[in-house]
Nanobody, 125 residues
Framework: QVQLVQSGGGSVQAGGSLRLSCVAS?????MGWFRQPPGAEREGVAA???????NVTDSVKGRFTVSRDNAKNTLYLQMNSLKPEDSAMYYC??????????????????????WGQGTQVTVSS
């Protein structure tokens, strides 16, 4: 069992920046960030493997950066040039091991076993 504890988030004006953090209770192979606006489906934002391969969804490329510190079992999401459409509840997620046929970097929610508690990000225009 891996527990994930999120921090960061909040409210910011468009063009601003925020940084999300997620501390895992143990080592994980794959970690990711997801977001869910009100009334919408949860979507994958970014993912990273334990050897630092990364992927971010097209809508945030060039603005969001995913990273991790394996020594601290911590996942980060640096969000710059925020837009109102980035407003959502953000969740971190983790999968302890690689699974054949389930890509980490595709950031599909069903491939992740453990979830953080969520943190709200609100971007005002």
């Amino acid at each position: 069992q891996v527990q994930l504890v999120q921090s960061g988030g909040g409210s910011v004006q468009a063009g601003g920046s925020l940084r999300l953090s997620c501390v895992a209770s143990g080592r994980t192979y794959c970690m990711g960030w997801f977001r869910q606006p009100p009334g919408a489906e949860r979507e994958g934002v970014a993912a990273i493997t334990d050897d630092f391969s990364t992927n971010v969804t097209d809508s945030v490329k060039g603005r969001f950066t995913v990273s991790r510190d394996n020594a601290k079992n911590t996942l980060y999401l640096q969000m710059n040039s925020l837009k109102p459409e980035d407003s959502a509840m953000y969740y971190c997620a983790a999968r302890p091991f690689a699974v054949i046929g389930q890509s980490c970097l595709a950031a599909v929610a069903s491939a992740f076993n453990y979830w953080g508690q969520g943190t709200q990000v609100t971007v005002s225009s």
